[in-house]
T-cell receptor, first 114, second 114 residues
Framework: AQSVAQPEDQVNVAEGNPLTVKCTYS??????LFWYVQYPNRGLQFLLK??????LVKGSYGFEAEFNKSQTSFHLKKPSALVSDSALYFC????????????FGAGTQVVVTP | NAGVTQTPKFQVLKTGQSMTLQCAQD?????MYWYRQDPGMGLRLIYY???????DKGEVPNGYNVSRLNKREFSLRLESAAPSQTSVYFC?????????????FGDGTRLSIL
């Protein structure tokens, strides 16, 4: 079985400050990890993924994520947040050794204030 | 450059009515998915289609049926709508379920059952 936990329902950050959105996962095989962002009344948009290789993954809109195997974490980061980063963020995992059903976290609402 | 297109965008039904949600993708993807999104619960997989001609149950299939009409189209049917099916429904597609590519999402259908 696979599962994802996003421990924070909401993250508040001032514009220009660093942004971190936390994600931990559980999967029996090798994890394929994804971050998605959702803006109001829109579908999910892919930000970045970790499959293998370098633990620091860079993605769209200046976001990056760090894969930590020992802590089973995949936290999303942005060095300097923008008001336009305010959105709902989802972490997702699937077992790389099996067919691709994704398990999503509950989501974290990010609010960036000017 | 449409990607995944869902119709309708909004719908209000009465308990017991039936309806079909439509989804089409123009990316030549093999795999398609139906999710529902409820507050605080992330996205939960209803049904999926690994390839044209196949469909399988996901996490929450009760009360729903699906049809993979062809490679492009994957519809979701509610035979007798219930208030518990009030949700936002998302269709997604991916090249296949065994690769490491992300799923692409439509903008959703917002469904209310009275």
């Amino acid at each position: 079985a696979q599962s994802v936990a996003q421990p924070e329902d909401q993250v508040n950050v001032a514009e220009g400050n660093p942004l971190t959105v936390k994600c931990t996962y559980s999967v029996s095989g090798n994890p394929y990890l994804f971050w998605y962002v959702q803006y109001p009344n829109r579908g999910l948009q892919f930000l970045l993924k970790y499959i293998t290789g370098d633990n620091l993954v860079k993605g769209s809109y200046g976001f990056e994520a760090e894969f930590n195997k020992s802590q089973t974490s995949f936290h999303l980061k942005k060095p300097s947040a923008l008001v336009s980063d305010s959105a709902l963020y989802f972490c997702a995992v699937r077992d790389g050794g099996s067919w691709g059903k994704l398990q999503f976290g509950a989501g974290t609402q990010v609010v960036v204030t000017p | 450059n449409a990607g995944v297109t869902q119709t309708p965008k909004f719908q209000v039904l009465k308990t017991g009515q039936s309806m079909t949600l439509q989804c089409a993708q123009d990316m030549n993807h093999n795999s398609m998915y139906w999710y529902r999104q409820d507050p605080g619960m992330g996205l939960r997989l209803i049904y999926y289609s690994a390839s044209e001609g196949t469909t399988d149950k996901g996490e929450v299939p009760n009360g729903y049926n699906v049809s993979r009409l062809n490679k492009r189209e994957f519809s979701l049917r509610l035979e007798s709508a219930a208030p518990s099916q009030t949700s936002v429904y998302f269709c997604a597609s991916s090249p296949s379920g065994t690769d490491n590519q992300p799923q692409h999402f439509g903008d959703g259908t917002r469904l209310s059952i009275l």
